[in-house]
């Protein structure tokens, strides 16, 4: 063969073949898929739909023995102990400003942590865990004013709105440093 002659196209063929074989068989990036995909723990309050980042959930407890707690905001129902830990228990429905419908026996407590940090919201109902694509949520609905928009993630299409749970954990108002008035 002399310097002119072209390779076999066959040997071309197989070096592309190979090339997109070993692309095909990387393993995708596990940080671009949990950025395309939020996982939310989907609850009710009052007639409204939220969503909390499953991340910060550490489990969902039912409502029982619910202790109030003086000299706390009204957002605050009170604590209750789960498993030997007390844990206070937030009214978002009373800081949001959404009606309330009092509590019943289906009420659950979501419980929140973060490091340092750990609360229960209460929920009228939870409806389960979902995966909604973090580019389908839109900002704040004109009817989500605001309390409500500044602890706003996003609303998806179907009206879920997906709360941020590092700005509620973070809330200066959940920390209670009053003494009770003699």
Known sequence: MNEQTPKPAGLDKQKVLHERAVALAREPAKEKLAEAMLEVVEFRLAAERYGIESAFVREVYPLRELTPVPCTPPFVMGIVNVRGQIVTVVDLKRFFDLPQQG????????ILRAPGMGVGILAD?????????????QPA?????????????????ERLVVLDAGKLLSMPLLCVNEE???
């Open 180 to 182: 009770v008035g003699g």
């Open 125 to 137: 109902a939870v409806l389960g865990v979902r995966a909604v694509p973090v580019a389908a949520l």
């Open 141 to 157: 609905l004109p009817t989500l004013t605001g309390v409500r928009e500044e602890f706003l993630r996003g609303v998806t299409a």
């Open 103 to 110: 509590l019943s026996d289906l009420n659950k407590v979501v």
